[in-house]
């Protein structure tokens, strides 16, 4: 079956712009989880969602990072005035459980490469 | 400090060795536990899920001690394929989940 898809996979921006990346989870999964990794580290917490509310956004670094799923299933993280330090791997993942739960895995999609010139 | 600490290696050790990677979390309200394995330029994808009791897959074995707040992953019998480098993860029931860095692997003929 389909597994989590992003788009666009790579993203090259000039600073100032605003950015969109887009996130399709596995149908039906109930959690979707943003994070930011660079490379030699592993990743970074951002922001997830249960359904449709955003239950935890402390791992979002400032104002100009924003995530929404509205409809509890695509979503979208938008960075605005894109700055060179924004450049990294951008993942979602997916899990068919409420976030938290002993044994959820989370499924990753591929990845949007952002570079910010 | 990290939330979530590893030992970043690398470890490179020969076909058939034993392997063992540790890693320690700082937030004591933690929950659930996890290896992942990430490749070079892929996603990470799960290895495994950490049990209280500990547990073990075929040729991994996993170990969590609450008390001191350590989580290891014992590989027996390393293969070609086992090269890669391999994640700790932390969930808390709020469900955030804090990786580590990874610890990278090289397995060599």
């Known amino acids: 079956g389909a597994g989590v898809s992003q788009s666009p996979r790579y993203k090259v921006t000039k600073r100032g712009q605003d950015v969109a990346l887009r996130c399709d989870p596995i149908?039906?999964?109930?959690?979707l989880y943003w994070y930011r990794q660079a490379l030699g580290q592993g990743p970074e917490f951002l922001t997830y969602?249960?359904?449709?509310?955003?239950?935890?956004k402390s791992g979002l670094p400032n104002d100009r990072f924003s995530a929404e799923r509205p409809e509890g299933s695509i979503s979208t993280l938008t960075i605005q005035r894109t700055e060179q330090r924004d450049s990294a791997m951008y993942r979602c993942?997916?899990?068919?459980?409420?976030?938290?739960?002993?044994?959820?895995?989370?499924?990753f999609g591929p990845g949007t490469r952002l570079t910010v010139l | 400090r990290k939330e979530v600490e590893q030992d970043p290696g690398p470890f490179n050790v020969p076909e058939g060795a034993t392997v063992a990677f540790n890693c320690t979390y700082s937030n004591s309200a933690s929950q659930s536990f996890f290896w992942y394995r990430q490749d070079c330029r892929k996603e990470p994808k799960l290895l495994m899920s950490?049990?209280?009791s500990g547990n073990e897959d075929g040729r991994f074995t996993a170990q969590l001690n609450r008390a001191s707040q350590y989580i290891s992953l014992l590989i027996r019998d390393s293969k070609l394929s086992d090269s890669a480098t391999y994640l700790c993860?932390?969930?808390?029931?709020?469900?955030?989940?804090?990786f580590g860095d990874g610890t990278t692997l090289t397995v060599k003929p």
């Open positions: 950490v049990y209280s």
């Open positions: 969602f249960n359904y449709e509310a955003q239950q935890d």
């Open positions: 993860v932390v969930n808390t029931n709020a469900g955030k989940s804090t």
């Open positions: 149908s039906g999964h109930v959690s």
């Open positions: 993942a997916s899990s068919s459980f409420t976030s938290g739960i002993m044994g959820d895995t989370q499924y």
